[in-house]
């Protein structure tokens, strides 16, 4: 079992596909109030093999709400007030290369964030703070991923560039050949701000984007239909399954996860005086800076 001040609890963030596990027991679901307002949905506790783990729609059960309405803060939050320390973001995507096919998965290790409508930050006014997204994600648990995906069979590629466009409308043929020259890989509307809020709560994060189809650059893209999609959404919901199965352990037995530099993201980050503090922010971010706040 990993060591450390607290004990591994794995999270995943992502569709309704993704949670219905075989021999997830001890499943509820339950409302977990944010300061930062309302959270996706519920979250869904359950155990998997003895391990617990807790499950976020992103979206929303049904698929609710679009992109740039997710109140990522919230969702962020609410993951961190019940204990979780290591976040896996699943995603649909489309490629923007040749090569990255349907059906693959791609263990994200860089962001270009190109949102514009949304709530960045957990700090400001009364309380700031600036956390590196020099590298956005983490590295252990990426390998942990890139390990429980060879397990499991599933292609992967083990890096790759995400665009985060705003949304809800896709690209453009112009955009996505611009995002081409800019060597991104895949492209997607969900994991930003997510994954900067994600390290300003020290969470351990990774993200794991699952090709649906090729972005409209392809000459291919036209003549995809939806229910050739559907089938990719559905085999990759499947194989995402076969990851978390596979991950959960790894991560339980990890010895190094205590000492992850990205829970102590915030050990310098913090640039507001403590006598000058926001009580009201202080106290709203209780659960996500409570570590190195203290007594302010």
Same mark, same amino acid.
């Given at each position: 079992?990993?060591?450390?001040?607290?004990?591994?609890?794995?999270?995943?963030?992502?569709?309704?596909?993704?949670?219905?596990?075989?021999?997830?027991?001890?499943? /509820?679901?339950?409302?977990?109030?944010?300061?930062?307002?309302?959270?996706? *949905?519920?979250?869904?506790?359950?155990?998997?093999?003895?391990?617990?783990?807790?499950?976020?729609?992103?979206?929303?059960?049904?698929?609710?709400?679009?992109?740039?309405?997710?109140?990522?803060?919230?969702?962020?939050?609410?993951?961190?007030?019940?204990?979780?320390?290591?976040?896996?973001?699943?995603?649909?995507?489309?490629?923007?290369?040749?090569?990255?096919?349907?059906?693959?998965?791609?263990?994200?290790?860089?962001?270009?964030?190109?949102?514009?409508? /949304?709530?960045?930050?957990?700090?400001?006014?009364?309380?700031?703070?600036?956390?590196?997204?020099?590298?956005?994600?983490?590295?252990?648990?990426?390998?942990?991923?890139?390990?429980?995906?060879?397990?499991?069979?599933?292609?992967?590629?083990?890096?790759?560039?995400?665009?985060?466009?705003?949304?809800?409308?896709?690209?453009?043929?112009?955009?996505?050949?611009?995002?081409?020259?800019?060597?991104? =890989?895949?492209?997607?509307?969900?994991?930003?701000?997510?994954?900067?809020?994600?390290?300003?709560?020290?969470?351990?994060?990774?993200?794991?984007?699952?090709?649906? *189809?090729?972005?409209?650059?392809?000459?291919?893209? =036209?003549?995809?239909?939806?229910?050739?999609?559907?089938?990719?959404?559905?085999?990759?919901?499947?194989?995402?399954?076969?990851?978390? /199965?596979?991950?959960?352990?790894?991560?339980?037995?990890?010895?190094?996860?205590?000492?992850?530099?990205?829970?102590?993201?915030?050990?310098?980050?913090?640039?507001?005086?403590?006598?000058?503090?926001?009580?009201?922010?202080?106290?709203?971010?209780?659960?996500?800076?409570?570590?190195?706040?203290?007594?302010?």
């Amino acid at each position: 079992m990993a060591t450390g001040a607290q004990a591994p609890l794995l999270g995943v963030i992502g569709g309704s596909g993704v949670y219905e596990i075989d021999g997830l027991i001890n499943q /509820r679901w339950q409302k977990v109030s944010s300061p930062f307002g309302e959270a996706s *949905d519920e979250l869904l506790f359950g155990e998997l093999n003895g391990q617990s783990m807790v499950f976020l729609p992103r979206h929303g059960r049904g698929h609710r709400i679009p992109p740039s309405a997710i109140n990522y803060r919230a969702n962020i939050d609410a993951l961190k007030r019940v204990g979780v320390t290591d976040l896996i973001s699943v995603s649909a995507v489309g490629s923007l290369r040749e090569d990255l096919k349907p059906g693959m998965f791609v263990i994200v290790d860089q962001f270009i964030d190109r949102t514009f409508a /949304r709530e960045k930050s957990f700090f400001g006014t009364g309380l700031v703070a600036h956390v590196s997204m020099a590298h956005p994600v983490c590295r252990r648990l990426g390998e942990h991923l890139a390990a429980a995906m060879r397990e499991a069979g599933i292609v992967t590629a083990a890096t790759g560039t995400y665009l985060v466009m705003e949304g809800p409308q896709f690209s453009t043929l112009a955009e996505s050949q611009l995002y081409r020259s800019w060597n991104c =890989d895949v492209i997607g509307m969900t994991n930003m701000p997510e994954a900067k809020l994600a390290r300003e709560a020290e969470l351990c994060y990774a993200s794991v984007a699952m090709v649906t *189809d090729f972005d409209c650059w392809h000459p291919d893209h =036209d003549a995809v239909n939806v229910e050739a999609i559907v089938k990719v959404l559905l085999e990759n919901a499947d194989k995402a399954r076969n990851m978390v /199965r596979a991950v959960a352990p790894r991560l339980y037995l990890d010895v190094l996860a205590g000492s992850c530099v990205c829970r102590r993201a915030l050990d310098h980050a913090l640039i507001t005086a403590p006598h000058a503090r926001d009580p009201e922010e202080v106290k709203h971010l209780g659960a996500v800076a409570g570590r190195v706040l203290g007594g302010s």
